[in-house]
């Protein structure tokens, strides 16, 4: 029969991965194991060495000897592109905690907020305290709602993420930026559900910072005590 799709384009582009020969270890490899390329790839790919760090760890987690995988990384992978458009860690901290609020992960909630206060301690209590009012506070640039916002949506089950996110987003941001953004929502949610659902006890410094910083706010311990 003559079945007929229609393909809706990604948020983001992907980078053609299998025409660039710095891709093609990482191409042959896929290939080999999965029978075909995933579009992700060449998303993550606008920062052109996280499908090869991804693929490793995916790898790992199967049960890969990661010893060996990073011997053979280390002849194949390319140097980091486009070095510059790497995004403050501040607002990549930021970016993470409002993952984890959407997601209800308290114990990502206070390692983030607690980052965050490490590189910028004078502006933190406005830009974490206004975060679910981020559109009408003073503290964001224009850049940093539309962030803000993208990551709230992301954070929540099921995915709240729409066109008028994106749309807003891509004002902003250069592709490898909004790979560098969705890398970042996307790691949380690996940890958001590695410690929510482990449970895993909360650290002293990161408990004492958030039971003093984000209490007023609605954070508490809840499973993540000793």
């Given at each position: 029969?003559?079945?007929?799709?229609?393909?809706?384009?990604?948020?983001?582009?992907?980078?053609?991965?299998?025409?660039?020969?710095?891709?093609?270890?990482?191409?042959?490899?896929?290939?080999?194991?999965?029978?075909?390329?995933?579009?992700?790839?060449?998303?993550?790919?606008?920062?052109?060495?996280?499908?090869?760090?991804?693929?490793?760890?995916?790898?790992?987690?199967?049960?890969?000897?990661?010893?060996?995988?990073?011997?053979?990384?280390?002849?194949?992978?390319?140097?980091?592109?486009?070095?510059?458009?790497?995004?403050?860690?501040?607002?990549?901290?930021?970016?993470?905690?409002?993952?984890?609020?959407?997601?209800?992960?308290?114990?990502?909630?206070?390692?983030?907020?607690?980052?965050?206060?490490?590189?910028?301690?004078?502006?933190?209590?406005?830009?974490?305290?206004?975060?679910?009012?981020?559109e009408e506070a003073d503290c964001y640039s224009q850049a940093e709602k539309s962030a803000i916002q993208l990551a709230l949506a992301a954070g929540r089950t099921p995915n709240e993420v729409s066109d008028d996110h994106f749309a807003a987003f891509r004002k902003y941001f250069t592709e490898r930026q909004?790979?560098?953004?969705?890398?970042?929502?996307?790691?949380?949610?690996?940890?958001?559900?590695?410690?929510?659902?482990?449970?895993?006890?909360?650290?002293?410094?990161?408990?004492?910072?958030?039971?003093?910083?984000?209490?007023?706010?609605?954070?508490?311990?809840?499973?993540?005590?000793?």
């Open positions: 029969p003559d079945i007929r799709r229609e393909f809706i384009l990604a948020n983001i582009k992907p980078r053609d991965i299998a025409s660039e020969e710095q891709f093609d270890p990482l191409v042959k490899m896929v290939e080999a194991g999965m029978g075909f390329v995933p579009n992700s790839m060449g998303t993550m790919a606008h920062m052109n060495q996280l499908p090869f760090v991804f693929s490793a760890l995916f790898a790992t987690i199967m049960g890969a000897d990661a010893k060996v995988l990073f011997r053979g990384m280390l002849d194949t992978l390319p140097d980091q592109e486009n070095q510059e458009d790497n995004l403050d860690p501040e607002l990549l901290q930021l970016i993470a905690y409002c993952v984890s609020l959407s997601s209800g992960c308290l114990y990502c909630q206070a390692h983030t907020s607690h980052s965050a206060h490490r590189i910028e301690s004078a502006r933190f209590e406005a830009r974490f305290s206004n975060i679910l009012n981020c909004q790979a560098q953004i969705l890398g970042v929502i996307s790691i949380f949610g690996f940890l958001n559900r590695w410690n929510d659902t482990n449970g895993t006890a909360l650290e002293e410094k990161p408990l004492l910072f958030a039971e003093e910083m984000l209490s007023s706010s609605g954070w508490s311990l809840g499973k993540h005590g000793f």
